[in-house]
């Protein structure tokens, strides 16, 4: 296997992780309205299959360790297991990751998904030299959390027109959906009346699906990196490729099994049969395609760097924050490439704030996760 020995090399990989994982939402935003997230999945996980197999075919095969089929036999059926499960756990936190992107927006989901992700990994590594860090890093984040959850119910509402309501995920930041209700809005400026209940009572439902699909998916992203990490490292470990390899099997199985159940009983939008995947349009499925190469591609860079040998004297404290500053990026797209401040402007402060508790948070936390 190809594996990272300088400080050069660990750093490069750590910043193209740092992109990876703060671009490939993009491409999910591109597909347009109408490609509901569960759609999306399916291409996510093929690309991301697609990349770990180039990846252990080529890089996990060369130079002088072991290569990434023999890692997995070294390793056994435990670890086999495991990196599996993770992909499995993975893929339900990224899926309602997705869920909630398509109903919050960008701004709001990636901050308060992986903030309930951090807290949740802060509760599994509390060791009595880094508790002052986790325990103040925890409570920052909690109230980046709240704020974020806040913003979520300040969103204003929106409409969605019939013939959207099969297929379309519809985000109500930055969607043609949202220009239309602004279009409204002021066309109706004169008359002043105050939203219908109804109107209001669905933005409500909307919102808290949006909130609870973003808490759930914190928790599994939470989890599972303490999966991965016991099947990994060590001489007994699969290593990176052999692990990412698996994981992007468990990707691909557990989309199918959670399609099953997201397709039928629809977080947002009608119940829908796998058929309407073979509906999409080739560009939809290149951009779904091409976020699982994209995001996997930084998943596996960020594991590689975390194993980077102790001569490299890498800063244990860069391996956490730099893969992690990708929430700070996908905000900065979700502001600047797809405007959706504009259209959520009584959350706007909210939305800020939770971002810089956020960061705040993060320095702490990094420090507690590496003492």
Excluded at 116 to 129: D, K, M, P, Q, W
Excluded at 158 to 185: C, G, I, M, W, Y
Excluded at 203 to 209: L, T
Excluded at 284 to 292: A, C, K, S, V, W
């Amino acid at each position: 296997m190809i594996l990272p020995v300088s400080h050069t090399s660990a750093l490069l990989l750590l910043i193209a992780s740092l992109i990876c994982l703060g671009c490939w939402v993009n491409t999910f935003k591109a597909a347009g309205p109408r490609w509901r997230f569960e759609l999306f999945s399916i291409d996510f996980s093929i690309g991301a299959v697609f990349l770990v197999v180039l990846a252990a075919f080529t890089l996990g095969t060369l130079g002088s360790d072991l290569g990434f089929s023999d890692r997995i036999l070294v390793a056994g059926r435990t670890a086999q297991g495991l990196a599996i499960i993770a992909g499995g756990v993975f893929n339900l936190g990224n899926m309602l990751l997705l869920a909630a992107v398509s109903l919050l927006g960008i701004t709001t989901a990636f901050p308060l998904s992986v903030g309930v992700a951090l807290i949740v990994s802060s509760c599994l590594h509390f060791r009595s030299t880094n508790m002052v860090y986790l325990i103040v890093g925890s409570v920052v984040m909690l109230a980046a959390v709240l704020f974020e959850i806040r913003s979520a119910q300040l969103h204003e509402p929106v409409t969605a027109s019939k013939k959207d309501s099969t297929l379309s995920h519809s985000p109500q930041p930055a969607t043609t959906v949202a220009r239309a209700a602004n279009d409204n809005s002021r066309r109706n400026a004169r008359s002043s009346k105050p939203a219908s209940p109804t109107l209001n009572s669905k933005h409500r439902k909307r919102s808290m699906r949006g909130i609870v699909a973003a808490i759930i998916s914190g928790v599994a992203l939470g989890c599972f990196p303490l999966v991965l990490q016991n099947c990994v490292p060590g001489d007994l470990g699969l290593g990176a490729y052999a692990a990412m390899l698996l994981f992007g099997i468990g990707l691909l199985v557990s989309t199918i099994v959670y399609d099953l159940y997201f397709l039928n009983i629809a977080i947002e939008g009608s119940p829908l049969t796998f058929g309407a995947y073979f509906r999409g349009t080739a560009r939809q499925h290149i951009l779904g395609i091409t976020g699982g190469v994209i995001s996997s591609a930084g998943l596996l860079a960020a594991l590689l760097a975390v194993g980077v040998p102790a001569s490299a004297n890498v800063p244990s404290m860069l391996t956490v924050i730099l893969p992690l500053l990708s929430v700070p990026l996908a905000f900065f797209f979700g502001t600047a490439t797809w405007k959706e401040l504009a259209f959520v402007p009584r959350a706007k402060a909210s939305i800020v704030t939770g971002i810089a508790l956020f960061i705040g948070s993060l320095i702490l936390l990094s420090f507690g996760f590496t003492q």
